[in-house]
């Protein structure tokens, strides 16, 4: 099995940086993609950003320029730095990742969401 666990949400001011944290962990062979998304109430879930396990990075036309997404392979680790967040900002974060396991099968997974509030 493997676990994405999500941290370094929380509330904090519009223009507060805050940095999103999921580390991998379990029965891990390889990591292809890891990425983050975000579901705010009543609409549906949009990809934020992903990286590739050789560094290939992606972003939403709507999110190019509001956010950083790395990665350290060594750790297993995805982190989101949120520079400069808006209200609108506000939603559950989701971390994802394309895993091939010990057994040789590539799955994806998903986090259990870290709450991100931005206030005005």
């Known amino acids: 099995q493997v676990q994405l666990v999500e941290s370094g949400g929380g509330l904090v001011q519009a223009g507060e940086s805050l940095r999103l944290s999921c580390a991998a962990s379990?029965?891990?062979?390889?990591?292809?993609?890891m990425g983050w998304y975000r579901q705010a109430p009543g609409k549906q879930r949009d990809l934020v950003a992903s990286?590739?396990?050789?560094?290939?990075?992606y972003y939403p036309d709507s999110m190019k320029g509001r956010f950083t997404i790395s990665r350290d392979n060594a750790k297993k680790t995805v982190y989101l730095q949120m520079n400069s967040p808006k209200p609108e900002d506000t939603a559950l974060y989701y971390c994802?990742?394309?895993?091939?396991?010990?057994?040789?099968?590539?799955?994806?997974?998903w986090g259990q969401g870290t709450q991100v509030t931005v206030s005005s």
């Open positions: 379990g029965s891990i062979r390889s990591i292809d993609s």
């Open positions: 994802n990742a394309v895993v091939t396991t010990v057994d040789g099968i590539s799955r994806n997974y």
């Open positions: 990286v590739t396990v050789v560094g290939t990075i």
